[in-house]
């Protein structure tokens, strides 16, 4: 019997041993993007990670590298998300959260400008912290909502542009970049960007396939469309992007524990008593349908929480897929691994990725035909 405990005991060893074996990623697709920044103590991902797209875009396009401003996107953001919130007398949400598509519409209304034309920070400030603007917009619009009189007026929408002057700095009209003068809207058509070539595509079976529709996500404040379409068609369009030289926009749950900026990696493990361990080590992971995707979304256990920008692929030692997924919380080591990037298992990714914006060229072209892209 000590024999044959003792076998046993080594095999047991072994198996726990190849079940803990530390991460190694293979490097397959790694597309150009700019540095990773920090969002600071501001709720603005939507903002940062779909600029940092739109950075890579421009390179791809251009070849240059350029750092946009990001709170330009968001200064031309909030009078929207206002309007909408008083116009429907408090009856729909105001927060700093937002998703790709309101950026895009920002560039289409707005244009484009630099970090350099327009940082929304002041010189005595080095970080984001919209803990006091939020606050107080949040009150003003309450005020007008809850008026007496029940007469809105006139002055609101001036009120409200006034304090976002205040707070992150008049729009800038003209601005230079590599020694000439541009407008946002002359600066956007230099980047060779245009905002309608930009798709959402997401996975969800409560609507038709290759349609569009309104997906009822609390963030989505402006209703924007998305492009529905099966999993694999999906997982499929973000490969696809990835093979031919597109990055990807990315909006995704965050809250799981086996979401891991400080270890660098998201997983789904097949059994849950490994949740803590798979952020260090290989573990099986889930097959992911599109019935359990379903569920997990409808029960709340997949929420919109954040955006992110896909930049890459990778294999793992057992040659599992991972996709690099470029964060915008900084690169403090002690918080962040892989230099501010995270890298998501295709497990995770389809479990937990609410939708991707893509380059309409990026989309595999069997699927592209059934959206009439």
């Known amino acids: ?78 009078p929207k998300k206002a309007e909408n919130f008083v116009m429907r007398q408090g009856k729909a949400q105001f927060s700093e959260g937002g998703l790709a598509h309101d950026v895009i519409n920002s560039v289409r209304d707005y244009g484009l400008v630099t970090q350099e034309a327009y940082s929304g920070l002041f010189t005595s400030e080095e970080n984001h912290n919209h803990a006091e603007l939020v606050a107080v917009l949040k009150s003003m619009l309450e005020t007008y909502i809850d008026n007496p009189a029940k007469s809105l007026s006139p002055k609101w929408k001036k009120a409200v542009s006034s ?27 230099m980047t060779q960007l245009v905002p309608e070539d930009y798709v959402t595509i997401t996975s969800f079976n409560h609507a038709p396939f290759y349609l569009e529709f309104i997906l009822n996500i609390p963030d989505n404040w402006s209703n924007g469309s998305f492009y529905n379409v099966p ?23 965050v809250s ?27 573990y099986s992971e889930k097959n992911i349908t599109q019935e359990y995707r379903q569920t997990e979304f409808e029960n709340y256990d997949t929420t919109d929480d954040h955006l992110m920008h896909i930049t890459g692929l990778l294999r793992d030692q057992n040659g599992t897929k991972y996709y690099k997924v470029k964060n915008s919380w900084g690169t403090d080591e002690s918080r962040n691994a892989n230099g501010g990037y995270v890298y998501f298992s295709e497990a995770y990714m389809k479990l937990k990725a609410i939708s991707v914006m893509v380059h309409k060229d990026a989309v595999p072209k069997s699927t592209s035909r059934k959206l009439a892209l």
Do not use: H
């Open 231 to 253: 999993l694999d068609e999906m997982i499929s369009t973000i490969d696809n992007a990835l093979q031919n030289g597109f990055t990807i926009e990315l909006d995704c749950d």
């Open 256 to 282: 799981e524990r086996t979401f891991s900026s400080k270890d660098g990696v998201a997983v789904i493990p097949e059994n849950s008593e490994n949740n803590i361990k798979a952020l260090q080590g290989v």
């Open 163 to 189: 304090v976002l002057d205040v707070y992150l700095g008049t729009n800038p009209k003209t601005f230079q970049f590599e020694g000439k003068q541009y407008t946002p809207e002359s600066f956007l058509k």
């Open 1 to 78: 019997m000590r024999k044959l405990f003792f076998f046993f005991g080594i095999a047991l060893t072994t198996l726990t041993t190849t079940a803990q074996e530390a991460y190694k990623f293979t490097t397959e697709i790694d597309l150009e993007a700019t540095p990773v920044i920090s969002q600071g103590r501001t709720g603005t991902c939507w903002s940062f990670s779909t600029s940092s797209f739109l950075e890579s875009e421009i390179i791809r396009l251009t070849g240059k590298e350029i750092n946009l401003s990001e709170m330009y996107q968001v200064r031309n953001t909030y």
